[in-house]
C-alpha cells in the first residue's frame, strides 16, 4: 500500500506554506499526482485560568469570512520544540505565561492534503502579562467556563477544529 516518490514539483513557496504536486508510483506500478501543503508543523494551548475557567482568542478568519473563538496557537518556528511554541503562543495572543504546561495530544488535522502535525497542551497556573500578537494578527481574549465551552462547541459556536478536539478530549478525560 505504499505510494514512492518519483519527482517533487514546489509549485509555490510562501512565508508558511509550500504548495506542491509530486508523481508517486502506486503499488500496482501505475503513476499518480498527489497535490498537498507543507506545512513546518504547530502547538496550541488549552489555557486554564483557574480550576474551572479557560481563556480563548477571538479573531477574524479571512478564509471563512468569520470571526472564530480559538485556543492560541501557531506555527512552530525553525529551531523551535513544540512546546516552545505552545509556551510561545500562549503569551503573544493571550499575555498569560503557564508555570504547568503538559502534552495531551498531538493530531494530522488533513492528511489527506497536508503535513501539518498539530500538537496540543494542557496549561495552568497561568500568569497575566502583555499580549504581543505579530504584526498582522489582531486578537481579543475572551474567558469562558469550560462547560460553556462544551456547549459553544454543542450549538456551533466554537468551529475550529483544534479547539474542538482540546475541548472534547479534555471533558473525556475527566470521565
Known sequence: ???KLIRRHSIYKGKVLEFCCDDVSLPNGAIATREYVGHPGASAV????DDVNIVLVKQFRYVIN???YEIPAGKIDIGETPLDCALRELQEETGYQAKKIKKMLSFYPSTAFSTELLHIF???DLHKGAIKPDEDEFVETE?????NTLEMVKSGKIIDGKTI???LSFANSLK
Not at 46 to 49: E, I, S, T
Not at 143 to 147: A, K, N, R
Open 122 to 124: 494542557i496549561a495552568s
Open 66 to 68: 468569520q470571526e472564530t
Open 46 to 49: 488549552l489555557p486554564f485560568v
Open 1 to 3: 500500500m505504499i505510494e
Open 143 to 147: 474567558i469562558f467556563s469550560f462547560q
Open 165 to 167: 478536539i482540546a475541548i
